[in-house]
Structures are given as structure tokens and as C-alpha cells.
């Protein structure tokens, strides 16, 4: 029901702006409604995650570096690299070609997004030195680069003299139907064409470390991102550009505290 009021009453980049702050006004709202604790005092004071993230449009894979600022706080550095993938995608195979790779007929360009920011996350709940489960909240902000790759596909050509032939073309929606597409070609054709789309991004989720071992943390995390672009990506042909992506995600990460 909010999304529907937003629609009718905003344009989309104010829209956007308003989702990146509500996501800012929600990690606040709960970090002041979180019950105070004493701080048990720096035990490590630096701190790296790696991991891997399932979310509602890809993949991707994060890292983060950074440094304890409290017993109970941390500072952090992030890094993300996360595949977009457009809701219509539907993924074809043309049954009278020998070309396994398929394609996405529509498909103008596909999205490779590099998150690069920083956040605060903070323990709400300690593990305790005989282990458990540790909570905490997280929130991070920073910069989005996204790189659009125009889509290149191998066409069936149709000749009296040579027959049936194939050529790799440069998607055009004009011209190429599913039934001259033989399918995707490489998938790093295109590359150095590849569209710069800078932004801004957000992100707020719950952390769960669990274990024994104080050194190395084993972690799973779910939350919110959105990404925010100032000019809009094409990414299907036949729908409007999109400025900004919010996905919902799950994460799976391996940490390591030690001292410096």
C-alpha cells in the first residue's frame, strides 16, 4: 500500500531518495530502542569479514575490513560486488539452434554493481564467553558504481547463395526477433563498452555470529539495500529505466579478529 501511495504521489528519484532515507531513519530508530549495556572493553582491535550474498535480484560477494571502536562497536569498511538481474528476465533457448548459452530476449544490457562505503555495526546482544548467539545491527552508506555491458547476441543470417550463417551482432530491438536470435554470445563481449553509472547506496541488516571461538566468527545476515543511480540504467528494452534497486538479502560470512 506505501509503494502504491509513493508511486502516485512522487516522482521516481524522489522516491528513491525517500527509500534510502527511510532505511537511514530505520537503523536509527533502532539503535535508540536498543537497552543500553556496559562495555566489556576492546578485546581485539581489528576486524575482517568475507562473504558471499543470495539477494531478491543476484548474487554477490563482500568484504569488509575494520576495527573495533568499543567492546560492543565496530567500525567497518565495505565492499561489495553484486550481479542485478531485471525482474522480466525470462531466459530462452531457440530449439532450432545449436547454441546452448540461451538468451534473454528484450535484454539490452546487464548490470555489475561495486558498492564501496562504510557503516557502524553494534552488539546488542553478546555471545558471552562460552559461546551462543551474538546480534547485532549494522548500517552502511556509501557509494555505487554500476556498469552497464550492452548485450551482444549470435544472429541467424539468411542467404540464396551461403544458406543459413551466424554473426554476432549488437542486440537491436528493431531487427532482432527470437526467431533469428541464435543466442547469447560471450559473455565478456562488450566489455570495453561497458557505461559508467555512479550513485549512492544504503544498507541495514541484523548480523548473527555464532560459536565458541572468539578469533573466528562464523556469521549469517539478512537485511535491506538500495542502490540509487543518477542517471538511469536501460536493462530491458521494452520497460523503462530503472534509477535506483532495492533488494532484500541473505548473507554468509567468515570473520577473524586479532590485534595490531
Not at 548500517?139 to 551466424?166: C, H, M, N, R
Not at 538500495?226 to 548473507?251: C, E, G, H, W
Given at each position: 500500500?506505501?509503494?502504491?501511495?509513493?508511486?502516485?504521489r512522487?516522482?521516481?528519484?524522489?522516491?528513491?531518495?525517500?527509500?534510502?532515507?527511510?532505511?537511514?531513519?530505520?537503523?536509527?530508530s533502532?539503535?535508540?530502542?536498543?537497552?543500553?549495556?556496559d562495555?566489556k572493553g576492546?578485546?581485539?582491535?581489528?576486524?575482517?569479514?568475507?562473504?558471499?550474498?543470495?539477494?531478491?535480484?543476484?548474487?554477490?560477494?563482500n568484504?569488509?575490513?575494520?576495527?573495533?571502536?568499543?567492546?560492543y562497536?565496530y567500525?567497518?569498511?565495505?565492499?561489495?560486488l553484486?550481479?542485478?538481474?531485471?525482474?522480466?528476465?525470462?531466459?530462452?533457448?531457440?530449439?532450432?539452434?545449436?547454441?546452448?548459452?540461451?538468451?534473454?530476449?528484450?535484454?539490452?544490457?546487464?548490470?555489475?554493481i561495486?558498492?564501496?562505503g562504510?557503516?557502524?555495526?553494534?552488539?546488542?546482544?553478546?555471545?558471552g564467553?562460552k559461546?551462543?548467539?551474538?546480534?547485532?545491527?549494522?548500517?552502511?552508506?556509501?557509494?555505487?558504481?554500476?556498469?552497464?555491458?550492452?548485450?551482444y547476441?549470435?544472429?541467424?543470417?539468411?542467404?540464396?547463395t551461403?544458406?543459413?550463417?551466424?554473426?554476432?551482432?549488437?542486440?537491436?530491438?528493431?531487427?532482432?526477433?527470437p526467431d533469428?536470435?541464435?543466442?547469447?554470445?560471450?559473455y565478456?563481449?562488450?566489455?570495453g563498452?561497458?557505461?559508467?553509472?555512479?550513485?549512492?547506496?544504503?544498507?541495514?541488516?541484523?548480523?548473527?555470529e555464532?560459536?565458541k571461538d572468539?578469533?573466528?566468527?562464523?556469521?549469517i545476515?539478512?537485511?535491506?539495500?538500495?542502490?540509487?543511480?543518477?542517471?538511469?540504467?536501460q536493462?530491458?528494452?521494452?520497460?523503462?529505466?530503472?534509477?535506483?534497486?532495492?533488494?532484500?538479502?541473505?548473507?554468509?560470512?567468515?570473520?577473524?579478529?586479532?590485534n595490531k
Amino acid at each position: 500500500m506505501l509503494q502504491t501511495y509513493l508511486k502516485n504521489r512522487f516522482p521516481v528519484g524522489l522516491r528513491s531518495l525517500l527509500a534510502a532515507c527511510a532505511i537511514f531513519i530505520g537503523f536509527s530508530s533502532a539503535a535508540q530502542d536498543v537497552e543500553s549495556v556496559d562495555e566489556k572493553g576492546i578485546l581485539y582491535n581489528r576486524v575482517r569479514h568475507i562473504g558471499a550474498t543470495l539477494h531478491t535480484n543476484g548474487i554477490g560477494i563482500n568484504y569488509r575490513p575494520g576495527k573495533h571502536l568499543t567492546g560492543y562497536s565496530y567500525l567497518m569498511g565495505d565492499f561489495q560486488l553484486m550481479t542485478m538481474r531485471h525482474p522480466k528476465e525470462v531466459k530462452t533457448v531457440n530449439p532450432f539452434s545449436d547454441n546452448n548459452n540461451g538468451f534473454i530476449y528484450g535484454k539490452a544490457n546487464s548490470l555489475l554493481i561495486l558498492r564501496t562505503g562504510i557503516g557502524k555495526q553494534k552488539t546488542i546482544n553478546a555471545k558471552g564467553d562460552k559461546g551462543g548467539v551474538e546480534i547485532s545491527l549494522a548500517g552502511y552508506a556509501g557509494a555505487t558504481w554500476g556498469f552497464a555491458k550492452p548485450i551482444y547476441l549470435s544472429i541467424f543470417e539468411f542467404s540464396d547463395t551461403q544458406g543459413v550463417s551466424e554473426k554476432v551482432e549488437l542486440y537491436n530491438p528493431d531487427k532482432h526477433y527470437p526467431d533469428n536470435i541464435s543466442g547469447r554470445a560471450g559473455y565478456f563481449k562488450g566489455i570495453g563498452e561497458a557505461r559508467l553509472h555512479p550513485g549512492l547506496y544504503s544498507s541495514f541488516l541484523l548480523n548473527l555470529e555464532f560459536g565458541k571461538d572468539q578469533k573466528r566468527m562464523k556469521m549469517i545476515e539478512t537485511g535491506a539495500s538500495i542502490d540509487v543511480f543518477a542517471k538511469p540504467v536501460q536493462m530491458m528494452a521494452f520497460s523503462p529505466a530503472n534509477s535506483y534497486f532495492l533488494t532484500f538479502f541473505i548473507r554468509f560470512l567468515y570473520g577473524k579478529q586479532w590485534n595490531k
